[in-house]
T-cell receptor, first 114, second 113 residues
Framework: KAGVTQTPRYLIKTRGQQVTLSCSPI?????VSWYQQTPGQGLQFLFE???????NKGNFPGRFSGRQFSNSRSEMNVSTLELGDSALYLC?????????????FGSGTRLTVV | SQQGEEDPQALSIQEGENATMNCSYK?????LQWYRQNSGRGLVHLIL?????REKHSGRLRVTLDTSKKSSSLLITASRAADTASYFC?????????????FGTGTRLTIIP
């Protein structure tokens, strides 16, 4: 079956702009989580969505937001980009966290803010 | 913030040798998972061990979990060049309002052919 698809793979934006990243989970998976990976902070949890509802949110400013659609596809948006937002953004899907199953990650979107 | 630390931060071994990585965490967990990441790509799920399990095997991988010490180890036997990657442990804390996977700092493993 198809894996988790993240688009775009690479993105270059200017400070102050906004960006939207997309994640299509594995068919049937209803949980989608987003992570930011940087050399300095490692893998940091952004938020998790399940059945279109945000279940948990990490310690990121309000400039970071997300949503999930009825088909489980998810988007995350970052407004007023800062240089420090440059990172690899990873999306992970799972059928349901409550069952204690592993997550399937996409290949990520590498965002560079200049 | 990170749930815990991984040790060592970097490890280089000869092909064919065994590689052991350790992970410590801070809070009670539902399960602990290990992931591999190649050169800044996505993470690949390797193995999951539940809090009531002490050891688990999958192919050349062996994971142990000691909940009393809040630690886990990943052993890769008979290493291959293709095992070169970063390895992360991640804890799954199933508590209402705090559902998330929290990653360790990672171990960079290099297999020397």
């Amino acid at each position: 079956k198809a894996g988790v698809t993240q688009t775009p793979r690479y993105l270059i934006k200017t400070r102050g702009q906004q960006v939207t990243l997309s994640c299509s989970p594995i068919s049937g998976h209803r949980s989608v989580s987003w992570y930011q990976q940087t050399p300095g902070q490692g893998l940091q949890f952004l938020f998790e969505y399940f059945s279109e509802t945000q279940r948990n949110k990490g310690n990121f400013p309000g400039r970071f937001s997300g949503r999930q659609f009825s088909n489980s596809r998810s988007e995350m948006n970052v407004s007023t980009l800062e240089l420090g937002d440059s990172a690899l953004y990873l999306c992970a899907s799972s059928w349901d966290r409550g069952l204690g199953r592993g997550y399937t990650f996409g290949s990520g979107t590498r965002l560079t803010v200049v | 913030s990170q749930q815990g630390e991984e040790d060592p931060q970097a490890l280089s071994i000869q092909e064919g040798e065994n590689a052991t990585m350790n992970c410590s965490y801070k809070t009670s967990i539902n399960n602990l998972q290990w992931y591999r990441q190649n050169s800044g790509r996505g993470l690949v799920h390797l193995i999951l061990i539940r809090s009531n399990e002490r050891e688990k095997h999958s192919g050349r991988l062996r994971v142990t979990l000691d909940t009393s010490k809040k630690s886990s180890s990943l052993l890769i036997t008979a290493s291959r060049a293709a095992d070169t990657a970063s390895y992360f442990c991640a804890t799954d804390v199933l508590s209402f309002g705090n559902e998330k996977l929290t990653f360790g700092t990672g171990t960079r493993l290099t297999i020397i052919p």
